[in-house]
């Protein structure tokens, strides 16, 4: 994978390239890239798909420890990797995290588009049971190594306060094996990670709405109608919130529809950004 040194640290970052539509994917905590390997595959033909992988605790390099890491700092790490790489008329797809709607809402000169798949919102920040998990772990001691030895027990995946609260179907092993591997493995990165997670503010993505309300360009909100860690009345609250938004729920799925639904999800996306160019 590619990589951009950025003020943060280094990021590394999948680039299909081509003439196509730019369409960059955000992922969520304790994932990388890879969650996002079918849509890629599906879109990569005739758009230029370009998935970063954020420091949220499955990314291999460390950040700088002598840059703030935090969900606010991860904002502007976003909006520099979209003006380092001079990606322009972006559709910016976030699920899981919510960074892209404060993204939106501070830096949307480089969008075109904007696509949010079940993710935080309003005051359900961090999330559910497991988001709360991660937040008491961060401030225990040795507590990231114990959640993380804990969710690499292939046996306790499917548990609703793991990675099972997120699918419906399972994730493959090599692929959480990848997403886990650096917290078992590198101080560095669980260092990144409790950083990250002690400086969530619980307002984010209440003071971005206001920013939201002035995102007067195409926007799509696409949720799993079996979500067990988003709301589902907050996807139509988000919807009715984006000047162009519209809303379309996803039957049997959970929160990571790019694993449960991927040909749903990717159709969904190449039919949005055709129709609003």
Request: net charge neutral.
């Amino acid at each position: 994978m590619p990589r951009i040194e950025l003020t943060a640290g280094t990021v590394a970052y999948e680039d299909t390239g081509g003439p196509g539509p730019v369409v960059v994917l955000l992922h969520g905590l304790v994932h990388d890239a890879t969650v996002w390997r079918k849509v890629v595959a599906a879109l990569r033909a005739d758009h230029r798909v370009v998935a970063p992988t954020l420091p949220y605790g499955s990314h291999r390099i460390p950040m700088r420890a002598d840059v703030p890491l935090t969900p606010d700092s991860v904002n502007e790490l976003i909006a520099e990797f979209l003006d380092r790489l001079d990606l322009r008329d972006v559709t910016l797809v976030e699920n899981d995290c919510g960074r892209a709607q404060t993204v939106a809402a501070q830096h949307p000169e480089r969008l075109a588009r904007l696509v949010l798949t079940s993710c935080e919102a309003f005051d359900n920040y961090p999330p559910g049971v497991p988001g709360k998990l991660i937040s008491l772990a961060c401030k225990v001691p040795g507590g990231i190594t114990f959640l993380a030895r804990t969710l690499a027990l292939r046996p306790l995946r499917r548990l609703p306060v793991g990675i099972g609260a997120l699918t419906k179907r399972p994730v493959p092993d090599e692929i959480v094996d990848g997403w886990l591997e650096p917290l078992l493995t590198d101080p560095a990165i669980r260092a990144d990670f409790r950083r990250y997670n002690r400086g969530v503010r619980r307002t984010e993505l209440l003071e971005a709405v206001d920013g939201l309300r002035k995102f007067d360009k195409p926007a799509l909100v696409v949720w799993a109608k079996e979500d067990r860690m988003m709301p589902r009345a907050h996807g139509r609250r988000l919807a009715d919130i984006l000047p162009q938004g519209r809303l379309l729920e996803v039957e049997d799925s959970c929160t990571l529809i790019a694993e449960d639904q991927p040909e749903v999800l990717s159709a969904a996306l190449r039919e949005f950004i055709a129709a609003s160019r």
